[in-house]
């Protein structure tokens, strides 16, 4: 039995991740302060212990720390939207990086021990360059305080490792989806406002032309490829796309959704997103090389949320 921190972990992909640890017998520590996550989402087993509490309160997490000396650290809090962190980046910078900061300073001046950190980054970092699919070497070219964050928490992370011998380890995350995915803020990941749209036949506000493209990575393999990388000591100190190596425009992707549900999306058009990426795709044969697969394509991903949200 291992002892798991979890930041963020009544999010979507932080709860998810936290079903699955305590499925496998461990003992499992939620800090949230639930701006996006939901009480609803963490497991109901005595083995999780929850606190509500934001990661930039950093007495509070100084001495969360100290007191437990996790095995695995997963720091999944952030403000996870583009579009929130280019209304809000002074806010959003106090999360996404300084927050994060904080905690690799605090496990390196009070030499904790975790076995592993993990860092959840994201696409965003690779920006509109040209080159696709994306490589964990391809150009960098953050165009949002998100991406900024991100990239730099990253090479915080790396660097930890190696001048101070932290066992770190960062996820380039594409765009995830699935159930508990929350669809309330205008800023959400767009396949869970697409859900809750066909839930509440509502209107969909398409952004652009619909020509987008994203690598859609469904929450299961998502969770895969979090545990390899904590539990491979090679994954160390390094970065990893996080994805399915497949990509899809928005257009297609609604008609998908559309097939999988059996209901049609009511669609009006706005103009696009600043700092919008145009396409997205990732390589993933450096996670490959450590045994992740993913086993989820857009159709049986889309048929296996639509069934969670009626089953809900
Ligand atoms: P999410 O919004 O569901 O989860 C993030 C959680 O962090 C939420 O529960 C939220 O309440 C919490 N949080 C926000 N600010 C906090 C704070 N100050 N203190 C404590 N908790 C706070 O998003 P998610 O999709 O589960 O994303 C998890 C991580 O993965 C994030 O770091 C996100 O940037 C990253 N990521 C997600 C995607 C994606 O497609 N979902 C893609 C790339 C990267
Ligand atoms: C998403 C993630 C981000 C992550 C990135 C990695 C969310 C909220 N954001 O950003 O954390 O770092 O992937 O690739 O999960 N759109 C609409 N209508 C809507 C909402 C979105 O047309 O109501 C469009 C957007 O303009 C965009 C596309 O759908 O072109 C995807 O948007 P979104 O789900 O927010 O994802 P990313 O911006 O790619």
């Known amino acids: 039995m291992s002892k798991i921190l979890i930041t963020g972990g009544a999010g979507f992909i932080g709860s998810t991740l936290a079903d699955k640890l305590i499925e496998e017998g461990n003992q499992v520590v939620i800090v949230d302060d639930l701006s996006m996550g939901d009480v609803e989402n963490l497991p109901k087993s005595m083995n999780v212990t929850f606190h509500e509490e934001s990661i930039t309160n950093h007495f509070f997490m100084t001495k969360l720390l100290i007191t437990n000396n996790f095995d695995y650290i997963y720091l999944l809090a952030a403000v996870a939207s583009v579009a929130d962190s280019i209304e809000r980046p002074i806010e959003t910078h106090a999360v996404n990086q300084n927050a994060n900061l904080n905690i690799l300073e605090t496990i390196r001046k009070e030499k904790l021990t975790p076995k592993k950190i993990v860092f959840s980054s994201s696409a965003a970092v690779y920006g509109n360059g040209p080159e696709l699919p994306k490589k964990e070497t391809s150009s960098i070219d953050p165009m949002s305080p998100y991406a900024i964050d991100k990239f730099a928490t990253e090479r915080f992370m790396v660097d930890y490792g190696k001048l101070y011998g932290l066992p770190t380890v960062c996820t380039r995350f594409f765009n995830v989806y699935g159930p508990k995915q929350n669809p309330k803020s205008p ?126």
Do not use: M
């Not at 493209?213 to 990893?240: G, M, Q, S, W």
């Open 187 to 312: 800023y959400s990941g767009v396949l869970s406002i697409v859900s809750d749209c066909l839930v509440r036949d509502d209107i969909f506000t398409l952004f652009g032309d619909g020509s987008q493209t994203r690598d859609y990575v469904y929450i299961d393999d998502v969770v895969d490829a979090l545990l390899i990388l904590a539990t491979t000591p090679e994954a160390k100190n390094d970065v990893y796309n996080v994805a399915t190596g497949e990509t899809i425009s928005l257009v297609d992707v609604i008609k998908a959704y559309e097939s999988a549900s059996g209901r049609k999306v009511k669609v009006v058009k706005k103009e696009a997103r600043l700092g919008d990426v145009q396409d997205s795709l990732a390589d993933i044969t450096k996670l490959r090389g450590l045994g992740y697969e993913p086993k989820v394509n857009v159709t049986a991903g889309l048929a296996k949320y639509w069934d969670a949200l009626q089953e809900k």
